[in-house]
Nanobody, 119 residues
Framework: QVQLVESGGGLVQPGGSLRLSCAASGRFLAINAMGWYRQAPGKQRELVAAMTSGGSTNYADSVKGRFTISRDNAKNTVYLQTSSLKPEDTAVYYC?????????????WGQGTQVTVSS
């Protein structure tokens, strides 16, 4: 069984920052891509940032220059450092990862962590 557990969400004022963490645990051979998605009320889930096992990154245009994704492969953990937060960044942030197992590659999601940007 594989689990992704997020932490670091909360309430922050506009212009502030938060660091989200997502730790993977369980039985797997390797982790391929890891990333962060978000879903605001009434909107579809969207990609925020992703990173391959080789370190290549992909960001949504709306967060470029403000958010940074990173990974600690030794800890099976992915981070999302956010800065210059705006009210429109308010959403539930979900961790996503692709795990390699003997039978192939599997996609997992975390339970989500709420980020609220408000004064």
């Amino acid at each position: 069984q594989v689990q992704l557990v997020e932490s670091g969400g909360g309430l922050v004022q506009p212009g502030g920052s938060l660091r989200l963490s997502c730790a993977a645990s369980g039985r797997f051979l390797a982790i391929n891509a890891m990333g962060w998605y978000r879903q605001a009320p009434g909107k579809q889930r969207e990609l925020v940032a992703a990173m391959t096992s080789g370190g290549s990154t992909n960001y949504a245009d709306s967060v470029k220059g403000r958010f940074t994704i990173s990974r600690d492969n030794a800890k099976n953990t992915v981070y999302l450092q956010t800065s210059s937060l705006k009210p429109e960044d308010t959403a539930v942030y979900y961790c996503n990862a692709f795990f390699m197992a003997f039978r192939g590659e599997y996609e997992y999601w975390g339970q989500g962590t709420q980020v609220t940007v408000s004064s």
